[in-house]
């Protein structure tokens, strides 16, 4: 993850280029800045305007693009049918705990699950398990950051922001990558 300080500017103001693309998923809502990816959902068509609607509250200073062509690319790119040899870069705006949370969850390899437990274990917070969950719901770069790899103690699927269909639709996805 790249820590930049500048963004692509218009008249003075910095660009946010968002759009939507199909996904091996569904539909893609994504955000992009210079950074990197600061948006990434998965929603139903009806809730473009909700979701363009969130990435200004998040990001007022922005001036918002949308730009399809560009997000289609870059969904290309994320869910090609190997794992991208190109790194995408995102963006974690969160509290000190949710970076954590997403940090940890960077490192778990595609197509392994963890457990909520083991994710509060490896930030050195055994008894915030729940706060891991909370944290996992609060991601806005889905996918890129894995909360789909989280599992129940009991290695069940638990609960994901997009639905449990979904997560088990990701999770075998990256499984048959790896057998690939």
Known sequence: ??????????????????????????????????????TLSFIEKKELRASVDDLHTRWPLMILKRD???????????????????SVDIIMEGTDFQLKVWEALLAVPLGKTVSYADIARIIKSPKAVRAVGTACGS????????????VTSQGKQGGYR???????????????????
């Open 1 to 38: 993850m790249n820590k930049k300080t500048t963004t692509p500017h218009h008249d003075g103001a910095p660009i946010l280029t968002y759009g939507v693309a199909e996904s091996p998923f569904g539909v893609c809502f994504v955000g992009l800045i210079e950074q990197g990816v600061c």
């Open 68 to 86: 399809d062509v560009k997000i289609t690319s870059l969904v290309k790119d994320i869910f090609g049918n190997t794992p991208s040899k190109k």
């Open 139 to 150: 991601n806005h770069v889905a996918f890129l950051i894995p909360c789909h790899r989280i």
């Open 162 to 180: 997009w639905g449990i269909e979904k997560k088990k639709k990701i999770l075998a996805w990256e499984a048959n990558i790896m057998t690939q």
